[in-house]
């Protein structure tokens, strides 16, 4: 069974439950880290105006518009 909890992580490393949570159970976990939107890398700012060349062709609306049922 999947579980899923929110966790803080301290400058020791040590991880901590946002919300009480009774007894974490031992074994093995994936932790995710969620960046903040505010963190977006540079790359990903510099590298928007040259996507935008071509997500703004008509070709790409064609090729996506099976997804657009409103258009």
């Known amino acids: 069974m999947l579980q ?8 020791s ?9 009774e007894h974490l159970p ?5 932790l995710m ?3 903040p939107v505010e963190e977006v890398t540079e790359t990903a700012l510099l590298a928007e105006p040259a996507l935008a ?3 703004l062709k008509p ?3 064609v ?5 657009q049922p409103d258009r």
């Open 4 to 11: 899923t909890i929110e966790v803080e992580i301290d400058t």
């Open 13 to 21: 490393g040590r991880i901590h439950p946002v919300e009480p949570f």
């Open 26 to 30: 031992t074994g093995r976990a994936i």
């Open 33 to 35: 880290f969620l960046t």
């Open 53 to 55: 060349e071509d997500w």
């Open 59 to 61: 070709e790409e609306d």
């Open 63 to 67: 090729a996506w518009a099976h997804l």
